[in-house]
T-cell receptor, first 113, second 115 residues
Framework: SQQGEEDPQALSIQEGENATMNCSYK?????LQWYRQNSGRGLVHLIL?????REKHSGRLRVTLDTSKKSSSLLITASRAADTASYFC?????????????FGKGTHLIIQP | GAVVSQHPSWVICKSGTSVKIECRSL??????MFWYRQFPKQSLMLMAT?????????EQGVEKDKFLINHASLTLSTLTVTSAHPEDSSFYIC???????????FGPGTRLTVT
C-alpha cells in the first residue's frame, strides 16, 4: 500500500520560480527520501532526511521533516527547465534501513521556460 | 561508485512467453536487492525483496509463481515474468542495498511490453 501521499499531483510554474511539494506518511519512519524521475527513466536520489532532523539543504533543494505531523516538504529554488520531472518521497516500510521503500504517488513538476 | 545496471532496457514479447530481467550491482556487492513495478503515470510499488542465497520475500498481492526471482550471487538478481500477459506490461526497476550505508541504488529500469 502507498504510505506516502504527495501534493500537489501536478505543478506547473515559470522558470526561476520556487517549487514546493509536500509528502505525508502514516507510520513511524527511520528516514524519508526524495527522488526525481525523468519521463520513462530511472530514479535519481536527491536527498535523505533522518527522523531526528528537521531540515536539510543540498544545493537548490531544501527538505523539511515534521515527524509530529508525519509530513515532509521539498522546495526547489530558482527552478530550471531541467527540473521538469516527477518527484517522489519514499520511506522504509518498517522504519528500518534494510527494507524496501514505500513511494508516494508523486508530484509531476513542469517548469515552463 | 554504486552503479546498478539492468538488462534489457526494454523488451517486447508475445503473450504467454517468459521474460527474464537482470539487475546487476557493478561496483559493489549487494546481499539484498529489491524489485519495483511502475505502471504509466503511477508511482513505484515494491514487488519483492531478493536476498542472496535465500528465497525472495514477496509483497502482498504479488504472485511468486508468476514473478520468479533468483539472487544467485552478490551482484546479480534476476526477475522472470512467466507466461506474460498484456497486463504485465510495465516499467520494472530494481535497486541494490548498499551494505554499509543502507542506501538503495536504483537501476535505470526495464520497460516490458507484452503484446
Amino acid at each position: 500500500s502507498q504510505q506516502g501521499e504527495e501534493d500537489p499531483q501536478a505543478l506547473s510554474i515559470q522558470e526561476g520560480e520556487n517549487a514546493t511539494m509536500n509528502c505525508s506518511y502514516k507510520t513511524s519512519i527511520n528516514n524519508l527520501q526524495w527522488y526525481r524521475q525523468n519521463s520513462g527513466r530511472g530514479l535519481v536520489h536527491l536527498i535523505l532526511i533522518r527522523s531526528n532532523e528537521r531540515e536539510k539543504h543540498s544545493g537548490r533543494l531544501r527538505v523539511t521533516l515534521d515527524t509530529s505531523k508525519k509530513s515532509s516538504s521539498l522546495l526547489i529554488t530558482a527552478s530550471r527547465a531541467a527540473d521538469t520531472a516527477s518527484y517522489f518521497c519514499a520511506t522504509h516500510l518498517t522504519g528500518g534501513g534494510a527494507d524496501g521503500l514505500t513511494f508516494g504517488k508523486g508530484t509531476h513538476l513542469i517548469i515552463q521556460p | 561508485g554504486a552503479v546498478v545496471s539492468q538488462h534489457p532496457s526494454w523488451v517486447i514479447c508475445k503473450s504467454g512467453t517468459s521474460v527474464k530481467i537482470e539487475c546487476r550491482s557493478l561496483d559493489f556487492q549487494a546481499t539484498t536487492m529489491f524489485w519495483y513495478r511502475q505502471f504509466p503515470k503511477q508511482s513505484l510499488m515494491l514487488m519483492a525483496t531478493s536476498n542472496e542465497g535465500s528465497k525472495a520475500t514477496y509483497e502482498q498481492g504479488v504472485e511468486k509463481d508468476k514473478f520468479l526471482i533468483n539472487h544467485a550471487s552478490l551482484t546479480l538478481s534476476t526477475l522472470t515474468v512467466t507466461s506474460a500477459h498484456p497486463e504485465d506490461s510495465s516499467f520494472y526497476i530494481c535497486s541494490a542495498l548498499g551494505q554499509e550505508t543502507y542506501e538503495q541504488y536504483f537501476g535505470p529500469g526495464t520497460r516490458l511490453t507484452v503484446t
